[in-house]
Nanobody, 113 residues
Framework: QVQLVESGGGLVQAGGSLRLSCAAS?????MGWYRQAPGKQRELVAR???????NYADSVKGRFTISRDNAKNTVYLQMNSLKPEDTAVYYC??????????WGQGTQVTVSS
């Protein structure tokens, strides 16, 4: 059973930055972040594999950077140039080595205009 511990959400003004972290236990293959705004479906923000391959939602390309410390089983999401439309609950999402999926508890990111 994989355990996930998220941190780093908060309130920031438009144009500001935040960094999210998610530490996982166990053998992890893929790590990523999703977000869900009120009244909207959960959507992929960014993902990174154990080999370092990444993919991003078009809406965050050039502003967000996902990275991973394999030794610590920790994934980071550096969010720059934040916009009010980035406001959402952000969820850590991982697949373990057996491709079982796990979700974090979610962390609120609020961007004020």
């Amino acid at each position: 059973q994989v355990q996930l511990v998220e941190s780093g959400g908060g309130l920031v003004q438009a144009g500001g930055s935040l960094r999210l972290s998610c530490a996982a236990s166990g053998s992890i293959f893929s790590m990523g972040w999703y977000r869900q705004a009120p009244g909207k479906q959960r959507e992929l923000v960014a993902r990174i594999t154990s080999g370092g391959s990444t993919n991003y939602a078009d809406s965050v390309k050039g502003r967000f950077t996902i990275s991973r410390d394999n030794a610590k089983n920790t994934v980071y999401l550096q969010m720059n140039s934040l916009k009010p439309e980035d406001t959402a609950v952000y969820y850590c999402n991982v697949y373990d080595s057996w491709l079982r999926q796990y979700w974090g508890q979610g962390t609120q990111v609020t961007v004020s205009s």
